[in-house]
């Protein structure tokens, strides 16, 4: 190799070592999959309560539960590449874009508890992507 062309190391997240980042992914990643889960095994009871149709919820249940492990799975390495947990988050941050979208856009019609469900799911995951970021942030150091 030549002067200067050394082969980078990938940042890494230290998650045993950051207590914050470790809890952050472990209940995320279980919210997830049992969102998931209640989409997916109540999706016509679920799509009648909130206004949502049943293939957009089994969609989205199919989505969690493969992803919900994942959260999970990330949480219980010692470390990982900072690109994993940063896809994590931006996963997190779509999600809750398109939410408000959802919401503000009047695709579907949602009953009260669609349009309360759909924004307060949204917020938590911001919190879950905030707190996963602060950290990242502090798994880096």
């Not at 990643?29 to 997916?40: D, E, F, P, R, S």
């Not at 109540?42 to 989505?63: E, I, K, M, N």
């Amino acid at each position: 190799m030549a002067a200067g062309t050394a082969a980078r190391t990938p940042a890494v997240a230290r998650i045993r070592d950051t207590p914050l980042l470790r809890w952050a992914l472990e209940l995320d990643g279980i919210t997830i999959a049992l969102n998931g889960l209640v989409y997916l095994l109540a999706a016509g009871w679920v799509g009648g309560q909130l206004g949502l149709p049943t293939s957009l919820l089994y969609a989205a249940g199919a989505f969690l539960v493969v992803m919900g492990p994942i959260v999970f799975a990330v949480s219980l390495r010692r470390e990982a590449p900072v690109l994993w947990v940063g896809a994590i988050i931006v996963l997190n941050a779509v999600w809750a874009i398109d939410s408000v979208i959802v919401v503000a856009a009047g695709w579907f019609d949602l009953t009260t508890a669609g349009t309360v469900w759909i924004l307060l799911q949204a917020a938590v995951v911001v919190v879950f992507a905030e707190l996963e970021w602060v950290g990242l942030k502090r798994a880096r150091r």
